[in-house]
């Protein structure tokens, strides 16, 4: 609660010291604005430029108008890998927060073990994609994977054969590689939270199933933001893993958005077409992250000190 | 600078253990479906690491001889002996080159950058913040074919530095991000000191920041380094020889050349996996400090 009295001394005292300070400052960003420009931002429009022309990837780029965003839009190809792109993104979702939320405030307790939970949890990071895909495949293998290793005839199926299979392995692949990374998010998030927010709640009586859904829900809104930000806005770049473990297969039925992108620009040469998915991509993207945003209100990290 | 930010998890590890029974075994109760979904979680994280490791060390007989999760009877080196002169050490230098040549230039850009939005002020430096931000939010994916054309016309195509360059770019948002709220709480009467003492913002930001700002670069650093080194769509896309490959491309033609020796790709995927490992234990406690603070606030 003392905290609440500290950002507006700060923000009282900061012009006065760096008043002044703007044109020697500056330069100091420039490095990194250069970079950022060159081959983020320049990118980013170049692409928009791109959906209005023919280019095979290879020769002479040529004006094509509208053509491509219509035929891109009357496409039923696009359409589908929009839906999936959703039922991914969303699913994923769905599984992950509660996961990793329970996970994190699991994790956030102070034995030794939950430590050592902790580390071996975030084991599946250091994975490339590639290499998970990989492995998956082997793994899911009927005969000489999981299934057999465990003998449950149950899950020997053909997994990545089976189109109304491959998706649901696409979405569980995706949890074991992000689940770690926002079970450390979410854990992180609690122990930041004041334990004697928990104390009061224990005197006025607040069982722990309420002290979680009172105290440690509201008190994690910017981490479950955070967290629901990078997981909704990377559900638009798993790229790697799909590609690598199923190529879109079997028939579509994992044929994402960023990967019929790929696909499109780069295997049937039609890189216009393919830009006009990107900026379908960089706009849902956008969407999504000022989305998230305003469900944490506008000045994020003034409310958030205030709330420390 | 970590231990600052917890103050709640050191205060509750001095209180916990010794003041008693009551409160411990409260937090016992509540953490029955934490607890349920915590060991059931490990299962399924651990479960495939350990069949990866040991199919690794099987010969092809015991792969489709012997149960799948049994230890290999006969362990054997072969798969990894052959992985190794299958071309695995030029993957794995690519890969170092490419990692050390991104994030070293990403750290001293985004330090600089971070250090001036924050002791800065003025419009520009609120502009680049903003449109940083704003960065967090760009899929890489989808500014990849203007990326392609780019590396084309600047005659890098099927070169490291094609990977490189974007890499930094697109690292710089999120290390921006974590270096900022790591210099924000850096105490404002130790950078009036420094003033006082007679010291230029480019001294400060030396002997200032940088040694404070420490454990963030050191978690930005491991960080990107990650990301970088398991980077599948940049080599795939702006490289074409086999010479430039990197590892997780290394794997996947691999595998595509070796599909029916599954032991040996999966010992490729240990050893594509074994430096980072061996990283994340050296820096495992700064890197987990470091992303909790620069995410969760």
Redo the contacts between chains.
């Keep these: 609660m003392a905290a609440t009295v500290a950002p507006p001394q700060?923000r009282q005292?900061?012009?006065e010291?760096?008043k002044g300070?703007?044109g020697?400052?500056?330069?100091?960003?420039v490095?990194?604005?250069v970079?950022?420009i060159?081959?983020?931002?320049?990118?980013?429009a170049?692409?928009l430029?791109?959906s209005f022309t023919n280019?095979d990837?290879i020769g002479a780029i040529t004006p094509a108008g509208i053509a491509n965003w219509l035929s891109v839009f009357v496409d039923p190809g696009m359409y589908h890998a929009l839906w999936l792109t959703f039922v991914v993104m969303i699913v994923s979702w769905l599984i992950q927060t509660p996961?990793s939320l329970?996970?994190g405030?699991?994790?956030?307790?102070?034995q030794k073990y939950?430590a050592i939970?902790?580390?071996?949890?975030?084991?599946?990071?250091?994975?490339?994609?590639?290499?998970i895909a990989?492995?998956?495949?082997?793994?899911l293998?009927p005969n000489?994977?999981?299934a057999?290793?465990?003998?449950m005839p149950i899950l020997a199926q053909d997994w990545l054969g089976d189109p109304s299979l491959a998706l649901g392995v696409v979405i569980f692949v995706i949890a074991?590689q992000f689940?770690?990374f926002h079970t450390?998010?979410?854990?992180?998030?609690v122990?930041?939270?004041?334990?004697s927010i928990y104390e009061a709640a224990?005197i006025d009586g607040a069982g722990?199933?309420k002290?979680?859904f009172f105290i440690t829900v509201p008190q994690l809104k910017?981490?479950i933001i955070?967290?629901s930000?990078l997981m909704t806005?990377g559900a638009?770049?798993y790229?790697?893993l799909i590609?690598?473990l199923t190529a879109g297969g079997p028939g579509n039925a994992t044929r994402i958005l960023?990967l019929d992108?790929?696909l499109t620009?780069?295997r049937a040469n039609l890189?216009g077409p393919?830009?006009v998915i990107?900026?379908i991509?960089?706009a849902i993207?956008?969407f999504?992250?000022?989305f998230l945003q305003r469900l944490g209100g506008k000045d994020r990290?003034g409310s958030?000190l205030e709330g420390m | 600078m970590a231990t600052t930010?917890?103050p709640?998890?050191t205060?509750?590890?001095e209180?916990?253990p010794p003041s008693g029974i009551k409160l411990g075994s409260?937090?016992r109760?509540?953490?029955l479906?934490?607890?349920t979904?915590?060991w059931l979680?490990?299962a399924?994280?651990?479960?495939?690491?350990y069949?990866?490791v040991i199919?690794s060390l099987k010969t092809q007989a015991g792969?489709?001889g012997q149960?799948?999760?049994?230890p290999p009877s006969s362990p054997t080196l072969e798969n990894y002996k052959m992985v190794l002169e299958a071309d695995f050490t030029r993957y794995f230098f690519n890969s170092v080159i490419i990692t050390v040549g991104a994030v070293i230039?990403t750290l001293?850009?985004?330090f600089?950058?971070s250090?001036?939005?924050v002791?800065?002020?003025?419009k520009?430096?609120k502009g680049?913040n903003a449109?940083?931000l704003?960065?967090?939010?760009?899929?890489?994916?989808?500014?990849?074919?203007?990326?392609?054309?780019?590396i084309i016309k600047m005659n890098l195509y099927d070169s490291l530095l094609a990977i490189i360059?974007?890499s930094?770019?697109?690292a710089?948002?999120l290390s921006?991000l974590i270096m900022c709220n790591f210099i924000r709480d850096v105490p404002?009467e130790l950078?009036?000191s420094m003033?006082l003492d007679g010291c230029s913002?480019w001294q400060t930001?030396w002997r200032l920041a940088l040694p404070l700002t420490k454990p963030a670069i050191v978690t930005v650093g491991i960080y990107n380094g990650?990301g970088v080194?398991?980077?599948?769509?940049l080599p795939?896309?702006l490289t074409q020889s086999p010479e430039l490959r990197v590892?997780?491309?290394g794997?996947?033609t691999f595998?595509g050349e070796f599909s029916v020796n599954?032991p040996a790709?999966?010992a490729s995927?240990v050893l594509?996996?074994l430096p980072?490992?061996v990283l994340?234990i050296v820096g495992?406690r700064q890197l987990?400090s470091g992303?909790?603070?620069g995410?969760?606030?």
């Design positions: 700060r005292r900061a012009p010291i760096s300070k703007t020697s400052l500056g330069w100091l960003a490095p990194a604005l970079f950022f060159a081959f983020a931002i320049i990118p980013l170049g692409v430029v791109l280019w990837g996961l329970l996970l405030v699991f994790t956030a307790g102070s939950r939970l902790a580390v071996l949890y975030f084991l599946p990071l250091l994975l490339s994609s590639a290499a990989i492995a998956y495949k082997a793994l293998d000489f994977g999981l057999a290793g465990l003998s074991w689940v770690p450390l998010i979410y854990q992180g998030g122990r930041q939270i004041p334990r224990e722990r199933v002290q979680f910017y981490t955070t967290s930000t806005v638009l770049t790229f790697d590609f690598v960023p992108m790929y620009g780069f890189m393919a830009s990107a900026v991509l960089v993207g956008l999504l992250a000022l990290t958030q | 930010l917890t709640a998890a205060e509750r590890k209180t916990l409260k937090l109760r509540l953490n479906p934490g607890g979904a915590g979680w490990l399924v994280t651990i479960v495939p690491i069949y990866i199919t792969y489709f149960n799948p999760l049994a230039p001293a850009v985004a600089m950058a250090f001036a939005i002791r800065g002020n003025g520009f430096l680049v449109l940083f704003m960065g967090l939010a760009i899929p890489l994916q989808a500014t990849i074919i203007p990326i392609y054309l780019m360059l974007p930094i770019a697109f710089i948002p921006v404002n950078f009036e003033r913002e930001m990650l080194w398991n980077g599948f769509l795939l896309i590892l997780p491309l794997l996947w595998q599954i790709v999966l995927v594509s996996t980072v490992v994340y495992r987990l992303l909790t603070a995410f969760s606030k």
